[in-house]
Structures are given as C-alpha cells and as structure tokens.
C-alpha cells in the first residue's frame, strides 16, 4: 500500500511514474461515506463503475483501526472489523460523531460503542480514544475520517493509474453547515479537494434523472416531468427528498434528514435484549466489557439482518461469566422495539412531501436506498405512505449514492458524453432555513427552507433602541420561531449605526448561498433618503463559529444580552 | 406577496448599480478575486444548442415582466412554464453557464424567482393582477423592480462577483 501517513498530505507523490495518459486526467470521483460502509465509483467513459479493494470488496467498512504505530482502516485492513471490533482498537461509527459536542444525545447513546467516548456534558468536543495495546490513545473522528479517506484515495490512485484530487462527496442532509465544514475539513486532511458534498438522496435522485433521461431520450425537457420520492436510511442518518425530473435536469423540490438509522435500531434492539447494557460502561472501559460490547452488538446485527429475510430469530449469546442470552426473537417483536424509530421515518416523509407541495398521488416513483431499505417494516411504511405495491426497481440500494456522486464527478470535470448520458443537471434545495436573531429571540428566517440554490435574499431590520450605534448579527439555522430551536452558526458586530431614533437606521441583511452551498452574509446600514451606505459593507462567510456548541451563544447572551438587538423593519411599499 | 416585493426592494443596498450612485458602487467594489478552480462545472454543450445561448442571456437581463424573464406569452400554461424554465436552467445555472462567465448566478436567481411566481396558481394571478395595474399607471411592475433597466449588465457590485469555492484560501480551519 501506498504512504500511510495520515497528517495533511500535500501532493501526489505516489504515482509520478506510473502516470499514464488517463483520458480524464481531472475526473472527479464520487466517495459515499456511510456510518457503516464506504463505497468509491467514478465515470469510466461510458459508465459509472464501483472501484473494490484488495479483498475484492465494493463496501468497505468504514472503520480504522490504531495498533502498532499505524493506523489501517477498512479499506486496506486484512482482519475483519469483528475481531479488531473485541479488542477495543477499532474506531466507527466517524461520521455519527463527527463535528458533534458531549452534550448531545447521539454522543450520549455512542458511549455503549466498544471503544472509548467520553463525555464531560460540558458542550465541547467528546473524548475518544482506542485502545493499543493497554494504553487509550486518543484520536478524533475528524482523525479517524481522514485516515480512512487517505487509504481510499490510495487504493484509487493505484486502480486508476492517476493521481486523485477532486472528489463528490455524499453526505447526510441532516448535517449542519458546521459538520459540513468539518467534513471539508477531513478532506483537507486527506489531500482531497471537495467540488460538491452532496445531501445523499440528490445524489441518488442525479442517477434517477439519469435513468429516465435514458428512457425517454427523444422528448428533451417537454411534458414528460416525473416526481420521485427518495428515501434514504443507512446505519446512521435517514434521509428523504422529492424531486421533479425531466430532460436529465433533476430539481430537489424538498429535503429533509434526521439523524437515525440502523444504528438506533441496534442500540434498541440490544437494550431490549440484555437491559443491563444501558450502563455496561460505567463501571469502567475494561478488555472484559469491550469484549462482551463487541461480541453483543455483532449478534445483535447479525440477528436484524436476518430479520430482514425470516419471521423469527434464535439468538444465543455466551457473554462470559455465566451470563447467557438464548431467546427467539420475533421480527414482531424488533419492530415493536423500534416503534418510535419507524414513527419518525413516516413522520419525516410526510413533512417532506408536505414542504415539497406534492400529493403521494403524483408521485410516480418511490426510489428506497441505504442499508435499511432491506428492512420489512421501512419498506411497508414506505409503500403505505405512498399508497402502491412496489418501489422502484431500477436502482441499487447501495450503490445508488455513490453512483450519483460518480455522475456528479464526471459532470463537474466537465465530461461529455456522445450518447448524453452526462447531459444531467441537479437543481438543489436547502433543507433548513437560515436567518438572524432579533429581538424577543425571534429567529427570523431570511434565506427560507426549501429555496433553491444558488440562493439569494435580504431582509431589512432596525435598531431597537434610540441611539443604537452597534449591532450583533447572530445568524442562526434551522426552524422554529424562536432561535431555541435552531442552532448558532456565525455571528458578527455591526458597528458604525449612525445615532437616531429607533427605528430609523435601515440595515440590510443578505444572504447569499452560492452553487457549492458556501454561506455568505452582508449588512450595510442604510438611513432613510441617503442613497449610499454609511459605512462599507460586511460580508461574512459562515459558519464562524469554529466548535458549534453552546459556550459561544451563551457568552453572547452573558455580554450583550438584547442591547444589541435589531428587529424587522416593516417597509412601506413604494406602489 | 409581501415578501416578493420585499426581497426586490429597489432600494437595496446590494443591488446598488454604477447608474444609481457611483459613491456606493466604489464603495462596495471589491478586489478581483483570484480563481483556483480551472474548470467550472458545467453541462456538457451537446444538449444546448448554442443558438440558444445568446437570445436566453439577452431577454434576462434587459426586460421587465416575469413572462420575458421565462421568454413566454402571458398565458402561458403550467407546462409551458416549466418547460421554459428547464429550457432556461439548462443555459443560466451557475453549473452550466460558469464557462460563459456566470458563476454568481444572478441570472438563474432571478430565473427561478420569474418560475417560482408563475408556477403558484395563486401568486401568478396577485402578479398577474399587479401587473396589469401597473401597466395601465405606466410604471415598472412593482415585483419586477430588481429586474428593470438599472441591474447591471456585468461588473456587479459587492457581493455578486464571487467564483466558485476557493479551495487553500478557503477552507474554514
């Protein structure tokens, strides 16, 4: 294998020699990473294909482990994840934590993993660590990411004889603009230059405006529109959107994501099955509780999968110590467990086809992708909400993503294709609103959820106070009427408010989402019947908050309070 | 309604154009950026005729009513509309129109806010009613403001000259 060096790498050493004359020197690869499995694809000229590794896989699990010095993920490692799993070593579950702090409930529900999470419920970043040898050693998920993506982009570059830079990267469309930027960050870390991150169900909504194009190749861009509803659920995040497609365009009308998959239903699952295991780590992240985790958890998966295929399982585990579980357990019963989980897939899927305005009757596809479309009870809820017999057939439920990723890749580098199978456009939409703070904590959202990017919006506020001469721009993102339902992700002062009444200043505040989803923020100050600004504009790229969590907002609220408050000036209409 | 004719206020600070105050447009003028990105994303040409490609750019950016802007009749139908609006993307999203010089997407913006007004049944007939009013008072139709005469062609100001992601200088660390 190539370089194991994992610190940021800089240029491509690796294959000055072997350089052939790639046809598409430039071409972007598409990368899915999931919280379980890793897949790469890129366009091969007439089609996309999936690279595999050297244990011939296409999935590779998305894991590393620390021993000896090195770390090795998945997708070299010649040990499966099982057995590095029960020594402690291994790392997973990267993308579930990632750009996540200690108070939160995923962090929380991760410390049962078999390797270190700990927390401090404080809102900084959680501890985690490996064990080598007998010694925690402590890495990041961000680390761990990146490691993981340095091997796949060696194992590329030897597969395609090229040096890889430029990369589609699928991800959840439940990540905030600050894991966003965490991702962007790994990839730095990794060497790779991000052109697209691509909310997984578009990606997969790319192919199907791929394949009806194919279809229906005669009749470009007239009549023919199909509205597809996606879903998406992997072992960490579920995904829904509703795009309209036609003539290779595919516009995302609605997206919407949580953060739930697979992975919760486990941890139910195993709860149900041994309830102990709640708190099996708080006396201690021992070899022996390590053990027992790892062989309880791959049980435990082992006996959903094949709930997905028969009505009832038998599962004996020997835990050790004299405790053993030996207990059939019904696919009722798993999907009893799991009841809230199931609740919150149809619960997201009607939002999302309410935000797109669009009646299940008109839905002519029903595309169902990720690691839990196997799973009975998501297909049934799928088909029930969307009133037919079967979903759509003509497309692989993982390899989907990446597939879409890959065809994204070959149409960024700017590949053409004889037969128009590249002629594909992809229309996106942000999944949730983005706006400022105003007075009373009022959120009031400028660039709204669902609008289509590239995306552009101002609004006009006012001071609150008489002689306001400064102003603080907290940007927030998310919905609700009150920022305690969304989250912080920049904020800047604006200074320089000429002394008046409230209520007098003008100041506008845009936002501006370009193609590649980076968020910019302007305000200028305005007064009534002077044409220019009174000061130069700002113009803020977010998030700037750089750890997310709430130590930053409370600060503010500490320092500031509302004395720097603005609210929505009501403009009057020149008709 | 009133968020429409919000967002295209004419006395937005960044719509500003050389026309309209040449102390604010210096004012907000910023440096030429530097492009890291050779290659933009783009459509492959092969599906837009290049015949097409003038005409579309020209109606945009000099002509008054949402109907110009999609470069249809007045009562257009539902699917014409979109028709006309896919017609349209495939030329002015900043994908496919950054090799000719777009890459701020002023242009699909304002496209998709022409589709967005005149695929709701019930915005089209507030504009629609709107516009026949101010037409007869012989002004500009008060939601097509940001679209009149004063948009500049080229060289816009503040904000809208940005590129496409820059990749060293910016990354977020």
Known sequence: MANPSYTVASDNETTADEKVSSPFPDLAIGIDIGTSQCSVAFW????????????????????????????ASGVSNQLSQEH????????????????????DPIVHASKNLPFLVQTLDIG?????????????????????????????????EIQLKRPIRNVILTVPAAFSRFQLTRIERVCAMAGLHVLRLMPEPTAVALLYAQQQQQNVHDNMGRGNEKTALIFNMGAGYCDVAVTATAGGISQIKALAGITLGGEDLLS???LHLLPESRNFFCSGHGIHEIHIMGILRMATQDAINRLSFQNSVQIDIDLGNGVKICKVLERKEFEWVNLKVFEKCENLIKQCLHDAKVYVEDVNDVILVGGCSYIPRIRSLVTGICKRQEVYPGINPLEAAVCGAALEGAVASGISDPFGNLDLLTIQ???????????????????????????????????????????????????????GKTHLIGHFKLIGIPSANKGVPEINICMDIDVSNVLRVLAGIKMPDVQWPVCPLMEVRMPTVDDGHGWCEEALNRTYGSKLDLVTLQKKTHM | MASAAASSSSSSLFSLSSSS???????SKTAPRVSFRRRPLRVSSSCVSTAERPPARAHILSTGSLYDVLGIQAGATCQEIKAAYRRLARVLHPDAAAASGDYHGTDFIRLHEAYATLSDPQKRADYDRALFTSRRRCVSPPFAVSMSDDVPTGGLTGFQSY?????ETDQCW
């Open chain 1, 44 to 71: 091969n000229g007439s089609r996309v294909e999936l690279l595999r590794n050297t244990r011939n896989q296409q999935h590779m699990r998305s894991y590393v482990t620390f021993k000896d010095e090195i770390p």
């Open chain 1, 84 to 103: 590095e799993m029960l020594s402690g070593a291994a790392i997973f579950n990267m993308k579930r934590l990632i750009g996540r702090v200690d108070t």
């Open chain 1, 124 to 156: 900084v970043r959680p501890f985690i660590a490996a064990l080598v040898g007998n010694v925690w050693r402590s890495t990041t998920p961000e680390e761990a990411l990146a490691i993981f993506l340095v091997e796949l982009r060696a194992m590329a």
């Open chain 1, 268 to 270: 139910n699952t195993l």
């Open chain 1, 429 to 483: 939409a942000t999944p949730l609103g983005i706006g400022i703070r105003t007075e009373g904590d009022i959120f009031v959202p400028i660039i709204l959820k669902g609008a289509t990017i590239p995306a552009r919006r101002e609004l006009t506020f006012t001071t609150v106070h008489d002689n306001q001469t400064e102003a603080l721009i907290l940007v927030y993102e998310g919905e609700g009427r009150k920022v």
């Open chain 2, 21 to 27: 105050s040449p102390a604010a447009s210096s004012l």
């Open chain 2, 163 to 167: 590129t496409k992601r820059r990749w």
